[in-house]
C-alpha cells in the first residue's frame, strides 16, 4: 500500500526546504492530543496500581479514560486531516496520468468530506437526544452531551479540511 501523497508533502516537508512544517493549529491540535493520552497513561498506570497493589481501583477511571479516548480519536481527526495522513489504497490510481492527481484528490475529499459531514450531524442528533434525557456517566455522573458536541464538532472541522485542502490545491494547479 502505497500511499497517494508525494514523500514531500506527507513527511510536513515543502520541496523548497528539507524541514518539517507544522502549522500554528497541528502544533496545538497534537499538544492537546498528547496531554489527553499522557493523562489517559497517567490515570490508567494509577488505577492498575491502586487495584493490585493496594486493592483500591480509582473510581470511575474506566469512563474517564472513555471519554478521553473518545477526546483523542475527534481531537486527532483535525490534525490527520491537516496533514492529510488519512489512509488511503491506491490499486487503480498509480496507473493514472500524474495531472489528474489533483482533481482526483478534490473529489475523494469532498466524498470524504460528505461522510464527515453526515457522521458530525448524527453525532449532533444524538447529542442532543442524550442531553434530553439527562444522559451521563454511571459513576462520577459526568453529562455525555457535551463530549457529543465536542465530537460533533471535531468532526465537521474535520470534514471542512478533508474539502478544503485538496480544493485548493486543485485551484493551485489549474492556475499554473
Known sequence: MRSAIPTEVQEGRDNASS?????????????????LLLSMMGLTVCDVIGRYLFNAPIVGATELTE?????????????VSLAQDHVTVDLLTEKMPKRTEPLREALTGLFSA??????????WIYSDQIGGYGGQTTNLHIPLAPLGYFCAICALCGAL??????LRRLLSASTH
Not at 518539517?20 to 497534537?30: D, E
Not at 471519554?67 to 490534525?79: K, N, Q, S
Open 19 to 35: 524541514e518539517p512544517h507544522l502549522s500554528r493549529t497541528g502544533i496545538v491540535l497534537g499538544g492537546l492530543g498528547g496531554i
Open 67 to 79: 471519554i478521553l479516548l473518545c477526546a483523542v480519536i475527534f481531537l486527532g481527526l483535525g490534525a
Open 114 to 123: 460528505v461522510i464527515l459531514m453526515v457522521v458530525s450531524w448524527r453525532i
Open 161 to 166: 479540511i478533508t474539502a478544503l485542502i485538496p
